[in-house]
């Protein structure tokens, strides 16, 4: 989270729940929470690194919370006003994998639902964030807005709050309590008063004086600072404004720091929200600075707050506060150095997109996902600067290639066809980068649901490998093409490219995720070509290549299959062990699809097991999450088949009003609570009579209508 003071914190919905050493502002909360009480929209307003962000998480993460909580959206490290609905989505945890555009999902998403969105850092996307905010205001009417920024939206309706400095006494207690973490002691000191006086309670700045009493005492730290002042007034005792004492004190911050921690303050400007210590240590070497320094000098700015640092999920990383960031940036304009450092951005995140792709074909694919969100706004920086420089196209169409399993894996595919269209559309050439680029865009497009622009890329990239030779695209294009065929109810065909995709995959040596799931897909077309044994022969197969390599996520697809041949042989219990399974593990990778369809298999297990009333909500969340799932699969005679079955077994034992309450119960859950219930079992429904009627077994088969696997969920490649 950003904050204008040093080591903000989160609140609560999607943040931690307190604010660790918050100081002062004893006044403004109470001013603050009753603003909100009033208003829709408040907008807290305040110079740079007067602590904006860390009151309005205080006071958000403080007051009665609304029923659907209290969700914050980081906007300081989106530079792209295209991005900002998409930033509120990921915030919100939503995954869509639909084609409609992020506003109108996320409008869907929020309907009815009662939340406090935290706008935090939106000055630099003030035109897109205040025309989402009246669309969300407007459509949503139990939706509250709190922003943070550095000037109003100046929207109807808008309370802004405009916040001051500290008061001397609040300035003097942060002051002594920012020492302490030095060992440093601090009493009721004159120097310590006229210190936060001259600083005008500005929090930042007040952090950054006390970040030098490491080496200087109180008066040490007055005389060189007021020095500084004295020279900017002409000698004398004026006050200067507000952000001009700001970045005096940060100025003389940087004056005081050595050359290697000016130069490295300079460079680590060029990253986007968090960095973690390798990162830096490649793209901030160099020209003065050894790789093998950086991480002292990077402990001195620590010490000095210029740098935070994180505790995270994916382990230690740092950030710089934005009004600090921006200093540093443009020193590194002014020294000549920022297309270089640029540059080596982009080219570290290239190489960690290619080493995540390879890596995820391995027992790490959940340590991947989370470091690649992690990554994500530094990410999208190096694809921007790709795509806006003359000769990055091929670098640009390689790095959205390469993060196919993000935005398959990963519950991003509107995003990754955002990426990967303007890739695809830069001037032709280098063959081999275009080609991924267009099966990815065939493959994201496809789970969408979008049909025509799946064809039309994928016929693309294979009329353009096979002119060059290349038998890997040529693989690719033909396996994503056979994923096409199968969600057309097309099996003939499907299963006749999905064979010969699985033998170029051979002749190649080319094994992955990618190429399991072909084999899992093509088990899906022997199923519903009505050779339940062979596709099960075929998943238990994938199931153990998994299990030698550690991968999880194709394996997921293998024991639905498997879960489904149990159920037809009468092994409720076994099913329910592989659903579980399957399901756990496409929650984690935020994978609509497979989550949806284990759930809709496990209401069959559970009518199967003897409760249909359960058997019906699970049917009821099914049908939740079906409209956020890109690929329309309710179409399918084959996909239909287990839906209508389990109904018409539930029907036989529940009554049409009962059935309809039980619907209705598991369409009111959330993403989170439906994959919750599913993985509970079978439970009794509080207020339900018990149910009437002989409990039916699942007997006989579908034919030719015998659900298998995800048609198109997934898959992966090393080098195609």
Request: charged fraction near 25%.
């Amino acid at each position: 989270m950003r904050s204008d003071q040093p080591d903000g914190s989160e609140v609560n919905g999607n943040l931690p729940p307190e604010l660790d050493g918050f100081v002062g502002r004893r006044a403004e909360l109470p001013e603050l929470a009753r603003a909100l009480d009033t208003s829709r929209l408040v907008t807290v307003t305040g110079p740079g690194g007067i602590g904006k962000s860390r009151l309005a998480a205080r006071v958000a993460g403080g007051r009665c919370a609304p029923a659907d909580g209290v969700w914050h959206v980081e906007l300081a490290a989106v530079r792209d006003p295209e991005f900002v609905d998409y930033a509120v989505v990921e915030s919100l945890g939503l995954t869509d994998h639909t084609a409609r555009p992020p506003r109108e999902a996320l409008l869907a998403h929020l309907t009815g639902r009662q939340l406090l969105l935290v706008l935090d850092g939106f000055e630099h996307l003030v035109d897109a964030c205040a025309a989402l905010v009246v669309d969300l205001l407007g459509q949503l009417p139990t939706l509250a807005v709190l922003a943070v920024g550095r000037r109003p939206m100046a929207v109807a309706g808008e309370q802004v709050f405009a916040l001051g400095p500290l008061g001397e006494d609040e300035a003097v207690e942060l002051f002594a309590q920012r020492a302490g973490r030095l060992g440093v002691t601090v009493g009721d000191d004159p120097h310590v008063r006229e210190l936060c006086r001259r600083l005008d309670g500005i929090p930042l700045a007040i952090e950054l004086a006390a970040g030098r009493l490491g080496a200087l005492s109180p008066g040490q730290v007055l005389e060189r600072l007021d020095d500084r002042f004295r020279l900017l007034t002409g000698g004398g005792r004026d006050a200067l404004p507000r952000h001009r004492t700001l970045r005096t004190a940060i100025g003389w911050s940087h004056e005081l720091c050595t050359p290697e921690e000016r130069l490295l303050w300079s460079r680590l400007s060029v990253f986007a929200g968090q960095f973690d210590l390798e990162a830096a240590e490649y793209v901030c070497s160099g020209g003065g600075l050894h790789c093998d320094d950086v991480l002292d000098v990077l402990s001195a700015l620590l010490a000095q707050s210029v740098v935070a640092r994180e505790e995270t999920a994916t382990g230690v990383r740092y950030r710089m506060l934005d009004t600090v960031r921006a200093y540093g940036a443009e020193w590194l304009e002014a020294t000549g150095d920022a297309v270089r450092l640029r540059r080596r951005h982009r080219d570290w995140y290239v190489g960690l997109a290619t080493w995540c792709e390879l890596d995820w074909f391995s027992p790490r694919q959940n340590e991947v996902a989370a470091r690649i969100e992690a990554e994500l706004p530094n990410l999208r920086g190096a694809l921007e600067y790709s795509l806006t420089e003359p000769d990055g196209a091929e670098l640009a169409r390689l790095l959205a290639g390469s993060l196919w399993f993000c935005w398959v894996g990963c519950g991003r595919l509107s995003e990754g066809r955002h990426w990967l269209e303007r890739s695809v559309d830069l001037e032709p050439g280098h063959e081999h980068t275009r080609l991924k680029a267009l099966w990815v865009l065939g493959y994201v497009s496809i789970l969408q649901g979008d049909t025509v622009p799946a064809l039309a890329a994928l016929q693309e990239c294979r009329q353009e490998a096979e002119r060059s030779a290349n038998a890997t695209a040529v693989a690719y294009a033909e396996h994503r093409t056979g994923c096409l065929a199968l969600v057309s109810d097309d099996m003939p065909r499907a299963e006749r490219l999905l064979r010969s995709a699985l033998e170029r995959y051979l002749e190649i040596g080319e094994l992955n995720s990618n190429v399991l799931m072909a084999q899992v897909e093509l088990a899906m077309a022997r199923a519903f070509l009505g050779d339940l044994p062979d596709a099960v022969r075929l998943c238990e197969e994938v199931r153990r290549v998994c299990e030698d390599h550690g991968e999880r996520w194709a394996r997921s697809y293998a024991l639905y299959v498997l879960a489904y041949a149990a159920w037809s042989e009468g092994d409720a219990a076994r099913a329910r062990e592989l659903l579980t399974d399957c399901l756990t593990c496409a929650h984690t990778f935020h994978d609509l699809l497979g989550s949806v369809l284990s759930i809709e298999l496990l209401a069959l297990v559970t009518v199967a097991q003897g409760d249909a009333a359960e058997a019906a909500v699970l049917q009821g969340a099914a049908a939740s999450l079906w409209p956020s799932v890109g690929l329309p699969l309710f179409g399918s005679a084959y996909y239909n088949a287990p839906r209508e079955l389990c109904e018409a077994m539930v029907r036989e034992r529940l009554d049409d009003e009962r059935y309809q309450r039980c619907l209705g119960q598991g369409r009111a859950l959330g993403r989170e609570a439906a994959v919750s219930r599913a993985l509970g079992g079978a439970r009794p429904l509080d207020g339900l009579p018990a149910p009437r009627g002989r409990v039916l077994h699942a007997e006989g088969s579908l034919g030719m209508q015998q659900p298998a696997a995800s048609p198109a969920r997934k898959g992966g490649e090393t080098a195609g």
